[in-house]
C-alpha cells in the first residue's frame, strides 16, 4: 500500500481489510477538508510531499506505534493533491486487542504524522485567497526543531 | 548545488535552482538562503534539510554536487 497517494482515500475499503481475529478494538481516523477555518470558508486544500522521505517516515511512525502498543493492524495514508471539502485527507486505522490501545495509537500515529512528515498544505478560500498554513512552530516552544509539544504528551 | 524547496519556501524561491558559491555545511546553507532573500529568514530558520534522502543536521558536510531539499515545517493533516 502506498503511503501517499493521489487517489481518493477508499476509507471502507481500508477498514474492512483491518479487522483482525486476536483484535477486540479498531479505531479509524479520518482527517477531513472542512469548509471554514478562523472564520474563513473553505474552498479546496492542496496538498504537496516529498514523497521519497514521508513514505520512509510514515512506515517507521507506523512500526514505532504497533511495537509499543503490540498493535495488530497499523495502517496509514495521506492524500496529495486537491482535496476537496468533506473528502479524507488522511486516515489512520489501528487494531488491537483493546480499545485503549488502539486509541492510543491512533492519535500518537496522526500526531507524528501531522508534525513530521513532509506534507504541507495550502488552503483555498471562496475569495479566491490561498494561504500554506497550519505549519508545525513546536520548535519555538521546545527550541529544538526536531523536539515537538505532543511528545511530552504522549510520554 | 541543486536546492530544491516545497510548499511555502515557493513563495520566495523557485521550486529549484543551483547555488554556486562554496558553501561547507548545512549551516552555510542555511544563512546562504536567508542572506539572498531576507523575507525568507524566519521560514528558513524552521527548515528541516534533507541530502540523499535523509534529514541531515546543520553540521552535516555539503558538496558542490549534491542535490539538497529543503522542508518547511510540516502542515499535512
Known sequence: MEYITEEALDLTGLLSGSHHPAAGAVVLFSGDVRDNNVGRRVSHIDYESYVPLASKMMRQILEDAKARWNLTIAVAQHRIG???VL????VVITASAHRSEAYASNRYIIDRIKHEVPIWKCEYFEDGTSIWGGNCNCHAETGDPNKHIYESENG | MKIE???ALKNHFSKEFEVNEHLETVADLR???SDINPSSSHLINMCRFVVAEDLVNDAHPLDADDHVIVLPPSSGG
Open chain 1, 82 to 84: 486537491k482535496v476537496q
Open chain 1, 87 to 90: 473528502e479524507s485527507a488522511v
Open chain 2, 5 to 7: 524547496v516545497f510548499a
Open chain 2, 31 to 33: 544563512q546562504h538562503l
